[in-house]
């Protein structure tokens, strides 16, 4: 079974927020919901560099959200995708308190999915309305995934199989695929580079690893 | 390094100070009121204060409506009682579900076996409500080891507050011992909560704290919250000795000041912990512990 997972390479990334934008409109959501980019920097000379830091849903080998979850509405499927039971879960935002990296959300009833400007409550028509009051958080497009290996595709080198973000990416940083399978292209990436994970420390054992290769002020170490 | 600064959470509010100010305070009263009542035949003399058996189910039942505010699609409670075994939410309302139907089932029909049952689903809501704070791994100050002692101290001591304005209420003449249970609570409570306010040396927790730390916080949570009932609940102690006799208007007026201002007390405590000391972790990309720029003065600053 595939561990699906994500290689961002930092080096790569300029910040044009293309991959949210296109989050937000493959997956109706928000902006700067269930995908954003962080804009980091250096200030003191002589290092004096930016950091632009894609971040979205860690896909935990160990995730704090679906420990917590009362509900069960949170699960890890066996490909590594955690993904989230609109029936099932309450909103109670605990998850929200246990993931690190602020993965995730609840969209309120006035919030427009779209825009995020505020409009009137929708109607129970609005094919919207499961995913409002519960927490929700980037799930890899899984629709795409799975539709796409339903057809005998590949997640990560066909881009009708691959999450909207990736293949959106203007800079190519991002890649996504099978980190169990060692000619993947994000397990060479992983191999082939110095790579770091966020939060570390925390033992979530997160899919996401960012390449820093070149980025002596990073101080990252090998994950 | 830390790439993405800490901000404060928003998801949990007033509605949760609300839950965790009662569940603390509504099964302090009920244990410690139960303890009391064990003891009516031997140590004290006189009528114990027996409406912590009705009280503290509806506080409890308070506690939980409060948190239908908050939640998002409350209507689907029933799922709350899915992963037992794995969430302390999931604990805390199935503790909640046994001890508010036991607790007033004793009140009408005692029993042994159904006090016994609402005592045991009291002590686990009242921990689990510590651990519901300590496994929010994304907020600094609250994943902290010493949180579900400190929860529990705090709803002895709010409960021994409820206990002293129940004896008020029902001019029961056990004012003596259940001060005297009071300031032990009360003191428990005021040494686990400096120990947590000097916890951890770590950059993240200590401007999580930092709130809890000024003087305007001290006030209300170790002035208000510890200082002042322990002073009050000394003069109830020494009251005959200092002519004030017991039963009169003033002992009832300390009595009653000093059970409002430990239940105030625990409530800024808990409003402090949720509310002043509620930030989420910065993000950090690397493996090493605590803040790179406190280990290495020259080290970067970052602008996020």
Same mark, same amino acid.
């Given at each position: 079974?595939?561990?699906?997972?994500? *290689?961002?390479?930092?080096?790569?990334?300029?910040?044009?927020?293309?991959?949210?934008?296109?989050?937000?409109?493959?997956?109706?959501?928000?902006?700067?919901?269930?995908?954003?980019?962080?804009?980091?920097?250096?200030?003191?000379?002589?290092?004096?560099?930016?950091?632009? +830091?894609?971040?979205?849903?860690?896909?935990?080998?160990?995730?704090?959200?679906?420990?917590?979850?009362?509900?069960?509405?949170?699960?890890?499927?066996?490909?590594?995708?955690? %993904?989230?039971?609109?029936?099932?879960? *309450?909103?109670?935002?605990?998850?929200?308190?246990?993931?690190?990296?602020?993965?995730?959300?609840?969209?309120?009833?006035?919030?427009?999915?779209?825009?995020?400007?505020?409009?009137?409550?929708? =109607? +129970?028509?609005?094919?919207?309305?499961?995913?409002?009051?519960?927490?929700?958080?980037?799930?890899?497009?899984?629709?795409?995934?799975?539709?796409?290996?339903?057809?005998?595709?590949?997640?990560?080198?066909?881009?009708?199989?691959?999450?909207?973000?990736?293949?959106?990416?203007?800079?190519?940083? +991002?890649?996504? =695929? %099978?980190?169990?399978?060692?000619?993947? *292209? *994000?397990?060479?990436?992983?191999?082939?580079?110095?790579?770091?994970? +966020?939060?570390?420390?925390?033992?979530?054992?997160?899919?996401?690893?960012?390449?820093?290769?070149?980025?002596?002020?990073?101080?990252?170490?090998?994950? | 390094?830390?790439?993405?600064?800490?901000?404060?959470?928003?998801?949990?509010?007033?509605?949760?100070?609300?839950?965790?100010?009662?569940?603390?305070?509504?099964?302090?009263?009920?244990?410690?009121?139960?303890?009391?009542?064990?003891?009516?035949?031997?140590?004290?003399?006189?009528?114990? $204060?027996?409406?912590?058996?009705?009280?503290?189910?509806?506080?409890? @039942?308070?506690?939980?409506?409060?948190?239908?505010?908050? @939640?998002?699609? $409350?209507?689907?409670?029933?799922?709350?009682?899915?992963?037992?075994?794995?969430?302390?939410?999931?604990?805390?309302?199935?503790?909640?579900?046994?001890?508010?139907?036991?607790?007033?089932?004793?009140?009408?029909?005692?029993?042994?076996?159904?006090?016994?049952?609402? @005592?045991?689903?009291?002590?686990?809501?009242?921990?689990?409500?510590?651990?519901?704070?300590?496994?929010?791994?994304?907020?600094?100050?609250?994943?902290?080891?010493?949180?579900?002692?400190?929860?529990?101290?705090?709803?002895?001591?709010?409960?021994?507050?409820?206990?002293?304005?129940?004896?008020?209420?029902?001019?029961?003449?056990?004012?003596? $011992?259940?001060?005297?249970?009071?300031?032990?609570?009360?003191?428990?409570?005021?040494?686990?909560?400096?120990?947590?306010?000097?916890?951890?040396?770590?950059?993240?927790?200590?401007?999580?704290?930092?709130?809890?730390?000024?003087?305007?916080?001290?006030?209300?949570?170790?002035?208000?919250?510890?200082?002042?009932?322990?002073?009050?609940?000394?003069?109830?102690?020494?009251?005959?000795?200092?002519?004030?006799?017991?039963?009169?208007?003033?002992?009832?007026?300390?009595?009653?000041?000093?059970?409002?201002?430990?239940?105030?007390?625990?409530?800024?405590?808990?409003?402090?912990?949720?509310?002043? @000391?509620?930030?989420?972790?910065?993000?950090?990309?690397?493996?090493?512990?605590?803040?790179?720029?406190?280990?290495?003065?020259?080290?970067?600053?970052?602008?996020?």
């Amino acid at each position: 079974m595939a561990r699906w997972g994500m *290689v961002i390479d930092l080096r790569k990334c300029i910040g044009c927020k293309a991959c949210t934008v296109v989050c937000e409109e493959t997956n109706q959501v928000p902006p700067n919901r269930w995908r954003r980019v962080n804009d980091c920097g250096i200030s003191e000379y002589p290092e004096r560099q930016r950091l632009f +830091l894609p971040m979205s849903c860690m896909h935990c080998g160990e995730p704090p959200c679906l420990e917590v979850c009362p509900t069960t509405a949170t699960y890890r499927r066996p490909d590594g995708i955690v %993904d989230i039971n609109y029936e099932l879960c *309450v909103g109670c935002g605990y998850c929200i308190l246990a993931c690190p990296y602020q993965a995730r959300t609840i969209f309120h009833d006035e919030s427009n999915f779209e825009t995020g400007t505020k409009l009137q409550k929708p =109607g +129970l028509a609005d094919p919207n309305i499961d995913r409002i009051g519960v927490c929700t958080k980037c799930n890899f497009c899984l629709p795409r995934v799975d539709a796409g290996l339903a057809k005998g595709l590949q997640p990560g080198l066909d881009p009708e199989a691959s999450p909207a973000c990736v293949i959106s990416c203007s800079a190519n940083a +991002l890649n996504f =695929g %099978d980190l169990d399978e060692p000619d993947s *292209v *994000v397990s060479r990436l992983i191999r082939e580079n110095k790579t770091a994970r +966020l939060q570390e420390e925390l033992g979530t054992d997160p899919s996401v690893y960012y390449i820093v290769d070149g980025m002596p002020f990073l101080e990252c170490r090998e994950s | 390094m830390q790439l993405v600064q800490t901000g404060k959470q928003k998801v949990w509010g007033w509605p949760a100070v609300a839950n965790f100010t009662l569940g603390g305070a509504a099964t302090g009263f009920y244990l410690l009121g139960s303890v009391i009542v064990s003891l009516q035949d031997s140590a004290l003399a006189g009528s114990p $204060p027996f409406a912590f058996k009705l009280l503290a189910p509806l506080l409890i @039942a308070l506690g939980f409506l409060a948190l239908t505010i908050e @939640a998002g699609r $409350p209507l689907r409670g029933h799922h709350l009682f899915r992963h037992i075994s794995g969430s302390w939410i999931s604990l805390e309302c199935l503790a909640g579900a046994i001890f508010v139907p036991a607790a007033v089932i004793d009140w009408l029909f005692p029993h042994p076996v159904v006090w016994i049952l609402a @005592a045991v689903a009291a002590m686990a809501l009242m921990i689990s409500q510590g651990f519901i704070v300590y496994r929010a791994r994304a907020v600094s100050a609250w994943n902290v080891p010493l949180m579900p002692l400190l929860f529990v101290t705090s709803g002895f001591s709010k409960g021994s507050g409820l206990v002293l304005l129940s004896v008020v209420l029902d001019d029961s003449a056990v004012g003596h $011992p259940c001060a005297m249970i009071g300031l032990i609570c009360v003191l428990l409570n005021l040494s686990v909560w400096f120990l947590y306010l000097s916890w951890s040396r770590e950059a993240t927790f200590r401007e999580a704290i930092e709130a809890l730390r000024r003087p305007n916080a001290l006030i209300f949570t170790v002035g208000l919250g510890h200082l002042l009932p322990g002073i009050l609940l000394l003069v109830i102690l020494v009251a005959p000795g200092i002519g004030i006799d017991t039963g009169t208007g003033l002992w009832h007026t300390v009595v009653a000041l000093a059970g409002v201002t430990m239940v105030a007390g625990g409530m800024s405590q808990k409003a402090g912990i949720i509310l002043g @000391a509620g930030y989420l972790r910065g993000i950090v990309l690397e493996r090493s512990k605590g803040d790179a720029r406190a280990a290495n003065p020259a080290f970067p600053k970052v602008l996020c």
